[in-house]
């Protein structure tokens, strides 16, 4: 059964999608001409209350001129109603963060499409490091290394999120991934800042050595949906 999906516009606020100038490195001297880049920028969200219009504030802010799309998967708690007015777009579709990116990735207007969480504080700068990326015609996207806050633990939990992420090629959410089509996928140097809470919520050892037997039982070949299973009952708990 296909899911429904409602869109929402805001053309009081509609902003442009952000456009930054590059060079197409197949043409020189008269020849070469600026390309201009464009960015949406998709952020699922659920019950996020608190949180939304505080970063809805500061994307605005870091990321001016960029589309501004909220994908909610059926929030209960208003995250809609505050939302409204401080982004271009509001998709609405079933709550599973899958499926609401897709949603928003399918009313995109930008030419690449970032995918940012709502407890995330992009750094600045972000459009021309991202643009700084994709510039190169083999690389079809990326991601932000991460950074969680002090600690011995926090810093452990951010370098083995990296590396591992190198060696299995697969990233997670916070690490604000971005694409465009066809190509191989860089990561920034640049920083993140991803939120805690979920490690204070399950306990920061605990979700740290989660991630890690998660990682070790997917190289060892278990099955995808024992995986799931097992980090739906150690990483899920509701923050």
């Known amino acids: 059964m296909a899911s429904c999906v409602e869109v929402v516009s805001h053309p ?20 070469e001409k600026p390309v201009r880049t464009q960015f949406s920028i998709i952020v699922p969200v ?8 505080p970063f809805l504030r500061q994307l605005r802010e870091r990321a001016p001129g960029a589309e501004i799309i909220v994908a909610d998967g059926g929030s209960s708690d208003g995250t809609t109603q505050l939302a409204a007015g401080f982004c271009d777009q509001l998709v609405r579709s079933e709550r599973n963060r899958g499926e609401q990116m897709n949603a928003g990735a399918r009313v995109a207007c930008g030419d690449i499409l970032w995918f940012v969480h709502v407890d995330a504080e992009v750094p600045s700068g972000c459009l021309d490091e991202i643009a700084r990326i994709v510039d190169e015609p083999k690389v079809v996207g990326g991601y932000f290394r991460i950074r969680l806050p002090r600690g011995f633990v926090y810093r452990l939990t951010d370098s083995f999120a990296h590396y591992v992420g190198i060696l299995l090629r697969m990233r997670c959410g916070d690490h604000g991934i971005f694409c465009r089509r066809g190509g191989r996928v860089m990561y920034s140097k640049k920083r993140i800042v991803a939120s805690p809470r979920r490690y204070e919520a399950i306990g920061r050892t ?34």
């Open 12 to 31: 009081v606020n509609l902003a442009v999608p952000a456009k930054v100038e590059r060079h197409d490195p197949h043409l020189t001297g008269d020849l």
């Open 206 to 239: 605990r979700l740290t050595l989660a991630y890690g037997l998660i990682a070790t039982l997917y190289i060892l070949g278990f099955p995808l949906p024992k995986l799931a299973s097992i980090y739906k009952g150690a990483c899920c708990r509701r923050v």
């Open 46 to 53: 659920f019950n996020e209350a608190p949180l939304i219009r």
